[in-house]
Structures are given as C-alpha cells and as structure tokens.
C-alpha cells in the first residue's frame, strides 16, 4: 500500500510503503535529495533515512537552513569532535556533546590535561576524519544492548546516562564506517561529507551534570558554518565581542562589581550607578508622558499570594524564602523576595472599585527583583540574581487589547530609537508545557494577541512553546552594533491572573468582570541592558548617558583656577563635569580620560587661559579643536539633549 505524504504547502506525495526522508527528497527533485540532510515528521526532527509513515506532514531539512546547521553542528561535536578526542587520548571517557548558538562542545573526562594550546592538534585530527567522508548509520537497541555496547567501550558516563533514563528502547546509536559509536538523541548528517568549516574555540571546566559534588570534566568549545566566509564573519564578531565585553570595560571604566560575598548582585560604583540613574530617568519621564501610574511594591511578600497567583508552583526552586518565626506572636510565617512585581500590581488595582471607565489603568514600576540562578549560569550584567525591571501592568478589557499592542510598540519604538536602536524583531511565543489557565482561555488569549500584531501590521515570527505560563506573549529582538540579537521587551497577555486573584472592574452592562492584564516592559531589566549599552556602544555611551562626560585637564597648574571656572559653569549647565589638576603630562591625563570613554576633553593652557577659550578633543578623533569658553558651553549643552 503506498503512503500519503503532506508537505509544508499542503501539497501531497505518494510513496512506496518503507520509504524514508531520502526517497521523499528524491520524489520531489533531485537538487533537493543532493541538499538534504534530515526531515522533519509532525513537527519532530528525524534522520533522512528514517522510515516515514503513512498520513504524517514532512518537511526536508536542507544543508543551508538553520536547522541543517545545527544538525551539522551536532554531527560535528558527536562523531567529529568527540572520535579526535578518543584518538589523541585513548583513555578519556566521553560525556555529553550538545549544540549551544552558534556551535557545540563536548565534555570528556581526560587524565591528562587539555588545554588551549591543544585545540589545534584536535582540529586536524577532526580535519583527518572529515576527509574520509564516512556515512552515518544509526542502530535502534534495547537499554540492556546500549549499556552493553558502552560498558565494552568502558564509557561509564553514556553507561549513566542510559541507566538513568526512564526509556526502555530504541535508544540511537550512532556509527560510522570504521565502527566508531555515540549514544545520541539526533538526528545527524547522513555522512560527513555534508560538514561545512568549523573552529575550537575555548576550554573550560564543567562539573558532570552541572553539579560541584561531580567530577571536573574538561568542555572543548567549537563554532561551525557552512563557509569559510560564515566562519571569519563569526570569528571577527567574537573577537569584537570580546573586546567589547561589559565585564572587561565595566573593570576598565570603573563601574562596578561583583565579589562572593553577594553573588550574582551588583556593587555599583559613582558611574556606574549614574548611568543606572540616568536610565532610569529617562524611561521614568516616557512613562509619565505615556499614561503610566508609578508604584512601589514590598520586597517580602508570605508565601499565601505567591500561591494564588501560581508562581509558587512555578517559581519556587528560583525564590529566595525566609521564614520568620514571630515569637511575641506565636507565628510562623514563610515569605518569599519578590521575584517579580505582577501580583503586588493587582493587589493596588484591588483598592477600590473599578469600572470599565477607569481602564485601561496602567502601572509601572522599577521593581528590584530577586531570583536564585544557578551559580554557573550567572555572567556579569547579562544574569543576575538581584536585578531591576522597568516592569508595567496594563489592567483593561478584551476590545482595548489590540489598541494597547500598537500603543505598546510605539512606545517602546520610540525608547529603543533613543538608546540606538533602530529596528528590532517581533517574535510571537505561544502556550508553553507548564502553564495555568484552561486550553479554552489559551486559545482565546493567543487568538486575539496574533490578531493585533497581524492588524497593526508589524512582521512577526511564531515561537512554539516559548510564552510564559500565564499567557502568550510578544517578545522585543535587538540586534546590536555587531550584529547579535539580545531579547530585551516583552508584552505579555494574561487572561488569567486577575481571574485567580480576584482583580474586577465593573462593566456597561452593570455586571462584574476580570480585566485582561497586560505585562509588559521595554528594557526587562536595568542591569542587563546596561550591559547590553556597554557592549553596543563599547563603553562610548551617547553623550546624554556617559557618566562622565566632561573632563577639563590642566595643563600646567597656572591655569587651574580657569579650569575650575569651567566646570562650573558647566555643571551650572547640568553637564557632569570634572577637573584633572594632577601634576601629569596633558598626554597622559588624555589617555587615561580616554581609556574611561569619557566623551570630551577640555585641554587647557596658558593660550586659552589668556583667549578664554578651550581645546576641544573628543573621544576616538585624534583632532583638537580650539572654541570661544562661550561657544563651547553652548555647543556641549545643546550635544546633551536625547
């Protein structure tokens, strides 16, 4: 009996029963069948040769889509990468070799050590196996078999991971022509020929399963692209990024830091915290312009609101908790730090009755949460576990929702465009595994979120699974100076959590009803996005944002009281300007100014002391520009408007 197959237009192919991924390919052309390297079957990922089945919907993967670089990329760290590692030593045992953006690493154990300096010895080995083009087969086996083929092979850690896995077959081993296995979840290219060009990168240690009481593994890093021209690109943007890095300039720029004491939550410095501040004050004035009602919420809240609202369930692996035993009171009470504002929001809106005239009511909120992140997930600015949202809540009715969307994006358009910004990226993120609320209520949420992005016009993508457990979700894609994405906004629809706290507004027909609550924010937190700005702007913050953004450096101390003279006339101006009377040579005081990026340096000597004037030199010019005092204050006051 031949097989229906349906493609991705709706189109459908018939087959020969027992026809796999290949032969589909093949039905449809050949330069499809020369390009493909897995299927997708109802939405799961399966290998080429792969048998289909009857009625199912496949999709070819091809070498050159996303996915097909991330199967190479898989194929490359699993029976690439992993068969240089065993062949160089012999004796090492392997552990888990996932795909991560942009690349891949594997964990082995070795006794000897692997350092840097041994990446290019494994990459020509790599290169050696590449060059036998061998295919890749997969055998189908029992838990009993898997263990047995990798208790042979003394790999105690896939011997691990079959043993603790709830499967009981078909686990996937992976060979190649000269019999070299790994047990993996695939799928994989159908031979190597298909792996395009491909670096190491780093090495690092990584505890087995992210657990310190485990044993120190050794994590071989790679990249890899289709083209040498896709590799260099790569390659250039992280050694860009690398100087770039928020951590290395926030040291250099003396902005802050981090120490054991308090992991994971910043110690602002003077101009760190200035930034912070100035931020800050520029998205406080777009919201009072917005509409937007300012509130503060407590940082402690008992445990009986987190439960209602559903984030204990959800969140309580990731809360700090207290418990408080109140003894004068013969109490007990378990509270938790707040991490994140929405529930306080609603009990706000609960003071009081609303009608449908008051909404839509729209609170924000610079709302410092605290979330307990896993110690090796923490970098820098970019996760913490104390951090700030520049959170807000929209309470309004179902028929104010799409024009709350537009007026949403506007405002966070505008906001972007001002911090550099000027395009982004609208992904749509639908009902995840672990949510609350009724697939009813889901539907409706998901169906009049699309139907307001589709109305206003604005290109989206759909994200499978990825919105949060209250309700479906618009997240804000930025693409900064060299190119990388940072989800930064996001605007939330939930149609659930006034429902389960009990928020109610009173309607035109008289009745009482559950506003719709909108979660949304522009920045999502202050710490990351300032961190974000330092790598955009490599430390050269916009003018109105620098922490310093005048220095006036003397160079001999016979004009010191003129420099002084300066800066208060520019801090008169509200410019944040300081003085630089050391006893240093002008070139050094330039450099070590310009190594904090700050903006504008004022050189001052006895010719402009006597014309009352300044030399102008700005940050990245190495042209020194000569201004009347006046002129030049003038000019710097008009440069610090946003």
């Not at 390919?25 to 499809?32: H, M, V, Y």
């Not at 922490?547 to 160079?555: E, G, K, L, N």
């Not at 002129?631 to 440069?639: G, R």
């Amino acid at each position: 009996m031949p097989m229906k197959i349906t493609l991705p237009d709706k189109s459908s192919r018939e087959l020969p029963a027992e026809s796999t991924g290949y032969d589909l390919a093949k039905d449809i052309g050949p330069g499809l069948a020369k390009s493909a390297v897995a299927v997708e079957v109802n939405g799961i990922q399966k290998d080429l040769n792969d048998f289909l089945e009857d009625k199912s919907t496949v999709s070819i993967i091809t070498i050159d889509s996303k996915e097909g670089i991330d199967i190479m990329r898989h194929t490359l760290t699993a029976q690439v990468l992993a068969k240089a590692v065993k062949n160089l030593y012999p004796e090492s045992k392997l552990a888990i070799g996932p795909t991560i953006e942009n690349g891949f690493y594997y964990d082995v154990e070795c006794s000897e050590t692997i350092s840097i300096d041994d990446l290019e010895k494994i990459e020509n080995q790599m290169h050696k196996i590449i060059k036998s083009e061998s295919s890749i087969t997969k055998k189908l086996v029992s838990k009993k078999d898997a263990v047995k083929v990798f208790d042979s092979l003394g790999e105690s850690y896939k011997k691990e991971i079959i043993n603790e896995s709830d499967q009981e077959d078909d686990f996937q081993l992976y060979y190649q022509e000269d019999d070299f296995v790994d047990l993996c979840i695939g799928p994989h290219l159908p031979s190597l020929s298909f792996i395009g060009s491909f670096k190491l990168t780093k090495v690092s240690g990584a505890y087995w399963k992210g657990d310190a009481k485990n044993k120190m593994l050794t994590r071989i890093y790679g990249t890899a692209w289709n083209t040498d021209k896709d590799l260099n690109k790569h390659l250039n943007t992280l050694e860009e990024a690398e100087k770039r890095d928020h951590r290395k300039l926030g040291k250099e720029m003396d902005l802050f830091h981090f120490q054991d004491e308090a992991p994971g939550m910043v110690f602002w410095h003077p101009d760190g915290w200035t930034i912070y501040r100035n931020l800050r004050n520029f998205v406080r004035s777009r919201l009072q312009d917005s509409g937007y009602i300012e509130v503060n919420t407590p940082q402690v809240i008992d445990r009986k609101l987190w439960e209602a609202s559903g984030h204990w369930d959800k969140y309580r692996e990731n809360m700090f908790i207290t418990e408080v035993d109140e003894e004068h009171a013969n109490e007990k009470r378990i509270n938790a730090l707040k991490p994140m504002n929405c529930p306080g929001h609603v009990q706000i809106y609960n003071q009081g009755i609303k009608s449908y005239k008051d909404l839509p009511l729209k609170y924000a909120e610079f709302g410092l949460c605290h979330r307990y992140e896993p110690s090796g997930t923490m970098h820098g600015l970019m996760r913490v576990r104390a951090f700030t949202q520049d959170d807000g809540h929209i309470f309004c009715t179902e028929n104010q929702i799409e024009s709350e969307t537009g007026l949403f994006i506007e405002f966070l358009s505008n906001l972007y465009a001002d911090l550099g910004f000027k395009e982004f990226d609208i992904k749509l993120s639908t009902r995840p595994e672990m949510r609350v609320g009724t697939d009813e209520i889901w539907d409706k949420a998901e169906a009049a979120l699309e139907a307001a992005i589709k109305n206003l016009g604005y290109p989206y993508r759909i994200d499978e699974g990825d919105g949060a457990f209250y309700g479906p979700k618009l997240d804000f894609v930025l693409t900064d100076a060299i190119g990388r994405e940072w989800q930064c906004g996001t605007f939330q629809l939930d149609f659930n959590l006034a429902e389960r706290l009990d928020a109610q507004y009173v309607g035109e027909d008289g009745k009482k009803h559950n506003p719709v609550m909108i979660h949304r924010a522009v920045l999502g937190s202050f710490e990351r996005f300032i961190g974000i700005l330092i790598e955009n702007y490599a430390g050269k913050f916009p003018f109105w944002l620098a922490p310093q953004q005048v220095v006036i450096a003397s160079i001999i101390s016979d004009v010191n009281d003129y420099s002084v003279e300066i800066m208060n006339l520019l801090k008169k101006q509200g410019i944040r300007a300081e003085v630089d009377l050391r006893n240093e040579k002008i070139s050094y005081k330039v450099r070590e100014h310009s190594s904090k990026k700050v903006p504008i340096i004022l050189a001052i000597g006895k010719n402009e002391m006597n014309d009352k004037t300044v030399s102008i030199r700005r940050i990245g010019s190495k042209d020194t520009n000569v201004l009347q005092l006046e002129d030049a204050i003038n000019e710097i006051v008009k440069e610090n408007k946003i």
